[in-house]
């Protein structure tokens, strides 16, 4: 049983917490007090040293970002094979993996944080930060349209990582910003997004998460 050591509806968890349901690891969820800065205090500054959950216990290992966990338990034999059998799946994998850590992240979970989190903790939404972030989203989203117009995934023709990597802000984007426009006018990735959202994994872990 690993431990986690997060919340179950905040963003970089529930990427970790979708991990272990498709690879079937038994985890237990140890809540980090947020409102009152437990991440930034000792004992969890020593699972994680930057102040931010989430952070992995296996045993005598502690590991935190939520994508290195995610890689690490996807090295596990059992559940969904999420890294590609050949060499060069796996590259696309890591491709993909990339493209959603550096291209699609940072504008998906600025929208999210201006329309989302800022407001819910009595700030005001920076309509011009959210205007510029959309229109690096939307030019993401293009090349997206393209790839899945080629294939059912983005690393090619099987569920991996790289997809699963993008559940968390894209739930965020769809159902808590309503942005789901920018999905469903691309009917690839309109497709896509539904295909990886229905997994059982998924639905599960996203039942903790606002709406
Ligand atoms: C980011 C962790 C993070 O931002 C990862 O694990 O993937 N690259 C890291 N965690 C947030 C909660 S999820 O949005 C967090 O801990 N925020 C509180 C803070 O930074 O003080």
């Known amino acids: 049983m690993v431990k986690i050591h997060g919340l179950p509806f905040s963003t970089c968890t529930t990427r970790v917490l979708a991990c272990c ?8 969820v140890i809540p980090v007090n947020l409102m009152a800065g437990a991440h930034k205090q000792k004992p969890h500054l020593d699972l994680n040293p ?3 959950i989430p952070a992995l216990q ?3 290992l502690t590991l935190f970002e939520s994508r290195a966990i995610t890689r690490y338990l996807s090295k596990q034999q059992q559940g969904t094979d999420l890294l590609g059998g050949t060499v060069a ?3 696309m994998v890591d491709v993909w993996c990339e ?3 550096q291209q699609y992240n940072p504008p998906c ?3 999210v944080q201006q329309i989302v989190i800022i407001p819910a903790k009595g700030g ?3 309509e011009e930060v959210v205007k510029i972030n959309l229109e690096k989203l939307s030019k993401v989203l293009d090349v997206y349209e393209e790839r899945l117009a080629k294939h059912n995934y983005l690393a090619g023709d099987f569920f991996s990582l790289a997809d699963l990597h993008h559940l968390p802000y894209t739930h965020y984007l769809v159902h808590a910003a309503r942005k789901g426009e920018l999905i469903t006018s691309r009917p690839h990735v309109s497709a896509w997004w539904e295909r990886i959202s229905t997994r059982p994994a998924w639905q599960k872990v996203s039942q903790n998460m606002k709406r």
Do not use: L
């Open 58 to 60: 296996d045993g005598d």
């Open 50 to 52: 930057f102040g931010q």
């Open 89 to 91: 799946e796996q590259a």
């Open 124 to 126: 005001k939404t920076d």
């Open 21 to 28: 349901h498709e690879k079937e690891v038994e985890y237990e």
């Open 109 to 111: 979970s600025a929208v």
């Open 99 to 101: 493209v959603e850590a």
